[in-house]
């Protein structure tokens, strides 16, 4: 059976840096408060002007550099956002645009949240399975600051959420480094424990209005207890099911790069996991949670670092909104 491997991959991050301190000044909130809840220090914002797609398209040129393909070679783009430029169409095919891909690919978004980035794994991994397509490109990406209310009544989830990018261009396998298995799940009864309501067509006629806004439907609001107790129950049951597909024991994984929304929930899975805290990766304390861009660019800084190589076997795992979660097993 033909696999996919993830043949090039990158990362971008606004350069604009918001730190706890600076946050204190808008949000009634505290350095303090922020870190011992999340252990998160500071997020990067972007500035204004920059879409989503202007974040995205430097990590999608790195990871088609890295893969050593051209844009011509690209056979599907499929991103996974929830802030996206426009309302729609959806973001890939503005970055078909921005790298100049003049040929009909086909090219769609997904919006999965914050598991987006393992959903996208799933999906490229068919189509390459199938054959069907050969090099995909896949990007995960948020602009979650334009999302949140930055005044002190949308502190509990503004200190939060960063904006960030990562790209990866999935291929077939040509050696033992390959995507083992994918795990995606869904439960319906999160939606109103965590969601950015408006625009949307439950507001008919216009999706968007004056009343709208002053009720604050266009922010993300979440019951961040009820959250919490998810995302540490669903991640690792999920890598659970990676290890036993994979017959992985502990002393077979390199690393586990869980998505990055708060260093508790990331210590607990580690706990819940009998994984020692090592292995469990962490950059949330320099980015917040950027949605759908957390896990690659984990990935990428953890491949900077030294913490996995070649031959080394990963887990990906991720809890977001939906509910959704889920578990890849790769072997780099
Ligand atoms: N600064 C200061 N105080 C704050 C605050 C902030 N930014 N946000 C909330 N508070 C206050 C609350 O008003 C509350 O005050 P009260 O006790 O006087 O009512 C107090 O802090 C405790 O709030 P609580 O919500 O109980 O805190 P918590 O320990 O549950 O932590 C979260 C809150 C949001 C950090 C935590 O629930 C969480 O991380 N949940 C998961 C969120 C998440 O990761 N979502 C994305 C998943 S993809």
Redesign the pocket.
């Known amino acids: 059976m033909i696999k996919s491997k993830i043949a090039g991959i990158g990362y971008n991050v606004p350069k604009n840096i918001v730190s706890n301190f600076d946050l204190e000044k808008m ?4 350095d303090e ?2 870190q011992t ?2 252990g998160i220090r500071e997020r990067r914002w972007v500035e204004d002007g920059m879409a989503n797609s202007d974040l995205a398209l430097p990590a999608c040129q790195q990871a088609i550099r890295m893969a050593g393909i051209q844009v011509k070679d690209i056979d599907a783009i499929i991103v996974g956002t929830v802030t996206s430029d426009y309302n729609f169409p959806g973001m890939a095919p503005i970055i078909q645009q921005k790298l100049g891909i003049t040929s009909n690919i086909r090219a769609f978004d997904i919006s999965a ?2 598991s987006a980035f393992i959903y996208l794994l799933e999906i490229g991994d068919q189509f390459i399975q199938t054959s069907k397509y050969k090099n995909i490109l896949l990007v995960g990406s948020d602009v979650m600051s334009c999302t949140l209310d930055k005044t002190p009544n949308g ?3 503004g ?2 959420f960063g904006d960030g990018a990562g790209a990866v261009i999935l291929s077939p396998a040509t050696d033992d480094s390959c995507i083992l298995s994918t795990h995606t799940f869904a439960d319906g009864s999160g939606v109103e424990n ?1 969601h950015g309501k408006a625009p949307g067509s439950k507001f008919y006629p216009n999706r968007i209005n004056k009343e709208i806004i002053e009720q604050g439907h266009h922010f993300i609001t ?1 019951n ?2 009820e ?2 107790k998810n ?1 540490v129950t669903r991640m690792p049951e999920a890598v659970k099911l990676a290890m036993e597909e994979n017959n992985l024991a502990i002393e077979d994984i390199k690393l586990v790069i869980a ?1 990055q ?2 260093a ?2 990331l210590e607990a899975c580690a706990t819940k996991m009998q994984l020692p805290e090592e292995k469990m990766y962490m950059n949330i304390h320099k980015y917040g ?1 950027t949605t759908a861009g957390t896990i690659p660019i984990a990935m990428c800084e953890a491949i900077q670092e030294g913490r996995f190589q070649k031959g080394d076997i990963i887990l990906l795992t991720a ?3 939906g509910y959704t979660w889920a578990s890849a097993a790769i072997r780099w």
Request: include cysteine.
């Open positions: 949000m009634d909130t505290s408060w922020i809840r999340t949240a914050c502190r509990a989830t200190v939060l965590l979440q961040g207890r959250v919490f995302a998505h929304a708060n508790r929930i949670n809890f977001g909104a």
